[in-house]
């Protein structure tokens, strides 16, 4: 019976020693489950306060909205919204064009370390009058955008982002 009690005593030691690794690995996969959840919702969040921002403009403040866009940007997006303020701005001016976005809707598309994709949903009103017209020209579309959010520091800001006319997303 010894030799059967020890062996049964170190079965019973490996089930445990296995059990205990079982566990650390999925606690350690539940405090990752749980920090992507956590940033996907701050993410959602940050991208929904900011959109309106970055997607309206008026041509009567078409630098300063730019501006205003570019600071919760990084990366390329910067550059790009500054580039986009000085080609745009004049067609802007000219057409007196007024562009309010809404965020109608919005949801987490994926999660990786660091970076959080989202989905927006969004109605886009705008007023132009172009040269030659005493009346302005109304118009609502309802639009798509996707934002590549990422953190800084505590802040999260859009690095890449999408307009998604007709562009299915990535495989």
Known sequence: MRGGSRTVAAALGAVALVLAVVTWVLYGELSRLRQEEADGREALAAARLVAPDMLSYDYRTIE???????GYTTGGLTEHYRQLAKSLAPQVRQERTVQQVTVAGAAVESVRAGRVDVLLFTNVGT????????????QVVQNRARFGMVKQGSRWLVAELSTL???????
């Open 64 to 70: 300063q909205d730019f501006t205003r866009a570019a």
């Open 165 to 171: 006319l007709g562009a299915p997303p990535p495989a």
């Open 127 to 138: 007023v132009r009058t172009p040269p030659g017209e005493s009346e302005p020209r109304r």
